[in-house]
C-alpha cells in the first residue's frame, strides 16, 4: 500500500524478529487493563474510504494547525467520530483514542487516558500520572463521546492544557459543553 509502519510498530517488529524477551515477560507480569491500545498507536483500524468530507477533514486539520484543543460537535450519526479518526490516521505523530461513550463503571475518563497512555503505570493519582505520562508528548490525544462524562473530560483535558505544553487534543461531542477550543 506504500504506507510506512510508525516507529512503535518497528520496534516491536524488531523485537519479534530480535526474539526479545522481554515480550513474554512484560504481557505475564501486566495487570489486566481495558482493551483500549497503547504504545503511541492506540487508533481502531478503517474499513472504508472517507468520502464526500474534504471539506470538514480541511477545518479540522486547520484548527489543529491552530489550536492544541479541537472539539467537533454534532448530532449522533453526523461522523464525528469517523472524521476524527480519520484526522489522527494522518498523523505521523503519536496518536491515542479513547471511547469515552464506551466506559463502563467504574472506569474513569482519568483510568481509560492512563490505560492507552501509558498501560504499565503505577502512578497513585490517575490525573497526574497521564499528564506526567504525556508532558514531553507532541502527539494526539482523541476522546470520543465527550457528552457522555462531560465533567471527567474537562477537567482531564483543562490537565492536560496545562502540564502537556506540546500535546494536541482531539474531542468528539454531541454538545458544545464538552470543551470549548
Not at 79 to 104: C, I, N, P, Y
Not at 131 to 151: H, N, P
Amino acid at each position: 500500500l506504500g504506507i510506512e509502519p510508525s516507529p512503535s510498530l518497528r520496534r516491536v517488529q524488531q523485537a519479534v524478529l530480535s526474539q526479545d524477551p522481554a515480550l513474554l515477560s512484560s504481557a505475564a507480569d501486566e495487570p489486566a487493563r481495558p482493551a483500549l491500545g497503547g504504545g503511541g498507536r492506540s487508533l481502531p483500524g478503517i474499513a472504508t474510504r472517507l468520502v464526500g468530507r474534504v471539506a470538514e477533514l480541511d477545518a479540522a486539520r486547520s484548527a489543529l494547525a491552530a489550536s492544541r484543543l479541537v472539539t467537533l460537535v454534532g448530532p449522533m450519526g453526523a461522523g464525528k467520530t469517523r472524521l476524527a479518526m480519520e484526522v489522527a490516521h494522518q498523523r505521523s505523530a503519536e496518536v491515542w483514542f479513547v471511547a469515552v461513550e464506551d466506559l463502563a463503571a467504574p472506569t474513569t475518563v482519568a483510568d481509560a487516558v492512563l490505560a492507552v497512555v501509558a498501560p504499565t503505570s503505577r502512578a497513585a493519582d490517575v490525573t497526574t500520572g497521564v499528564v506526567d505520562a504525556l508532558a514531553d508528548s507532541d502527539g494526539l490525544l482523541v476522546l470520543d463521546g465527550a457528552e457522555q462524562r462531560v465533567e471527567e473530560v474537562v477537567e482531564i483535558a483543562t490537565r492536560l492544557m496545562k502540564g502537556c505544553p506540546a500535546l494536541q487534543l482531539l474531542v468528539t461531542s454531541r454538545t458544545r459543553s464538552a470543551c470549548r477550543d
